[in-house]
């Protein structure tokens, strides 16, 4: 099984700011790497998907973008409804997810 | 688009048996591959069975033999038989759509809470 393990585990920052969240596979994994957003309370939303495609209605200021083991998600200015907890998910073999990173207001 | 809603969860005790449904509109189950992902309070996402257009399905090693995927082509839903349930199987259970190995769309989940 591919272990994802993201970090930080928690990002503290503030509107405006930029963002970048990190994803590490434990082998080298295919460019099926994609990013999950989820809100409390809420079902998990597509954001990008092989690697650095924006799913249908994602805004610019999210990019993806990494090879091999390490995969970034950038948020390029942050806005109020982007605080929340961000998934990486590998589909090389069975699927697995990161443990997730929580970004929160500062 | 497509939408999944999920039912059929609730409290069971340890070793009891539920099965959860997922229906399915605005396209076919049987045309994708499904899968159900599971969420323990507080914890990450884990996948737990998925089931492929042509029919075959596999499952997590944590639930194998335990839980049984499948669908009903006529009722456009999909299905989760799980039996002998333990406490850690308590967790929020969502199915999902698997395009190009990604997913896509997601139900709601329905909760299952494994507790004596």
């Known amino acids: 099984e591919i272990v994802m393990t993201q970090s930080p585990a928690t990002l503290s920052l503030s509107p405006g700011e930029r963002a970048t969240l990190s994803c590490r596979a434990s082998h080298t994994i295919s460019r099926h790497l994609h990013w999950y957003q989820q809100k409390s309370g809420q079902a998990p939303r597509l954001l990008i998907y092989?690697?650095?495609n924006r799913a249908t209605g994602i805004p610019s200021r999210f990019s993806g973008s990494g090879s091999g083991t390490d995969f970034t998600l950038t948020i390029s200015s942050l806005e109020p409804e982007d605080f929340a907890v961000y998934f990486c998910q590998q589909r090389t073999g069975s699927p697995t997810f990161g443990q997730g990173t929580k970004l929160e207001i500062k | 688009e497509g939408q999944l809603v999920e039912s059929g969860g609730g409290l069971i005790q340890p070793g009891g048996s539920l099965r959860l449904s997922c229906a399915a509109s605005?396209?076919?189950?049987?045309?994708?591959?499904m899968n159900w992902v599971r969420q323990a309070p507080e914890r990450g996402l884990e996948w737990v069975a998925d089931?492929?257009?042509?029919?075959?399905?596999y499952h997590s090693e944590s639930v194998k033999g335990r839980f049984t995927i499948s669908r009903d082509n006529s009722k456009n839903t999909l299905f989760l038989q799980m039996s002998n349930l333990r406490v850690e199987d308590t967790a929020v259970y969502f199915c999902?759509?698997?395009?190009?190995?990604?997913?896509?769309?997601w139900g709601q989940g329905t909760a299952v809470i494994v507790s004596s």
């Open positions: 092989d690697v650095s």
């Open positions: 089931i492929y257009d042509n029919g075959n399905t």
């Open positions: 999902a759509r698997e395009i190009t190995w990604h997913y896509d769309i």
């Open positions: 605005g396209f076919r189950v049987s045309d994708n591959y």
